[in-house]
């Protein structure tokens, strides 16, 4: 019988039983559930938001009934919180166990198997199927938190290189500036470009299912894994779609975390058949333009030195009353010494 771990006794039981399983145990889960035989516990597994964790079995209780019992479980809470797809990490030795669970196959590295549970990824790719586009064809990725003078200058770059260039907006809300802010940024920034195609990224690039630790400053193992299992992804499943065949970014200096992304893309993309395109980054008098600099500076209020960082249509919102919420909430961090990302 499959029942709820809330006790700290029970989450204790189900954090040695994730560890020995080889896995890193997380706190922050909506549920987490477990099933006990003759006072042990013996398997258990959580979900967090869309995402189904920590997924362990006693070694005498795998290959049997147990796992898809408690996977059930975990995709009832998840679809009773409405979620429509959900994904599970797993070793890639137990891909074939969840594909019998039906489970779809997303993208894997040597050590972690990234799968989803419903029909997300083909009903998003099936969305867009109105902007693919014969030729040859590129993508950036860009969160913009804001759209800057640097990002602008990589997308005008890229746009000169490939008959199409596919601009993916990152659609996951761990910024600053909410996701429809930073896209409609995106929008009036590039209208000049005639090439450019702008999307969102739903979940499947650079997201909470694929990559929840991309705004994170930590680089440890379980980034690096995290980053193989995105650019995977976006090369075996979301490239070929759109007949994407380039990738574009820009260098670099400042972000360990963003600079080991680009590396695990020169590794991995060239392996599906995409070149990975390196522009160097757009210099302010000050230095290399970035995000992180144009919210320092707002956090400092000196509003003024923005012009040099950012296109007209960005300024405009900065300095517009909408985003007086945002001005205030970054000087805020800036007085607390508090920095938000790359």
């Known amino acids: 019988m499959i029942v709820e771990?809330?006790?700290?006794?029970?989450?204790?039981?189900?954090?040695?039983?994730?560890?020995?399983?080889?896995?890193?145990?997380?706190?922050?889960?909506?549920?987490?559930?477990?099933?006990?035989?003759n006072g042990e516990l013996v398997a258990?597994?959580?979900?967090?938001g869309n995402i189904l964790k920590m997924l362990a079995l006693a070694p005498d209780h795998q290959g049997g009934s147990v796992l898809g019992e408690l996977v059930t479980e975990l995709v009832a809470s998840g679809q009773r919180a409405g979620h429509e797809s959900l994904f599970v990490?797993?070793?890639?030795?137990?891909v074939v166990s969840f594909q019998a669970l039906n489970f779809s196959l997303l993208a894997r590295q040597d050590k972690v198997a990234l799968l989803e549970y419903g029909k997300g990824l083909a009903r998003w790719l099936e969305s867009k199927r109105g902007l693919v586009r014969p030729g040859l064809n590129g993508a950036v990725v860009v969160n913009c938190n804001p759209f800057t003078n640097g990002h602008l200058y990589l997308i005008e770059n890229a746009a000169r290189r490939v008959d199409n260039l596919y601009v993916f907006v990152v659609r996951e809300d761990r910024s600053v500036f909410p996701f429809d802010v930073r896209y409609r940024l995106v929008e009036q920034g590039v209208r000049h470009i005639p090439n450019a195609i702008q999307l969102d990224t739903s979940r499947y690039i650079v997201s909470g299912a694929t990559f929840p630790t991309y705004f994170l400053k930590k680089d440890d193992p379980v980034a690096r894994i995290q980053m193989e299992l995105d650019v995977t992804l976006f090369a075996a499943k979301i490239a070929p779609f759109f007949g994407i065949t380039r990738r574009f970014v820009g260098t670099e200096p400042n972000c360990p975390l963003t600079g080991g992304y680009n590396l695990a893309m020169q590794r991995l993309l060239p392996t599906h058949g995409i070149e990975l395109e390196i522009i160097e980054?757009?210099?302010a008098a000050t230095g290399v333009i970035s995000a992180s600099r144009v919210r320092e500076l707002i956090g400092r209020g000196d509003l003024a030195a923005l012009a040099e960082y950012v296109p007209p249509t960005t300024l405009a919102y900065l300095e517009s009353d909408a985003a007086g919420p945002i001005r205030a909430r970054l000087q805020d961090d800036f007085?607390?010494?508090?920095p938000r990302g790359c």
């Open 5 to 37: 771990l809330a006790l700290n006794s029970e989450r204790r039981a189900a954090r040695a039983l994730i560890e020995a399983s080889g896995l890193a145990f997380e706190d922050n889960v909506d549920v987490m559930y477990g099933m006990y035989e």
């Open 44 to 48: 258990t597994g959580a979900r967090a």
């Open 89 to 94: 990490y797993t070793k890639p030795e137990f």
């Open 281 to 283: 980054r757009k210099q």
């Open 335 to 338: 007085r607390n010494s508090s």
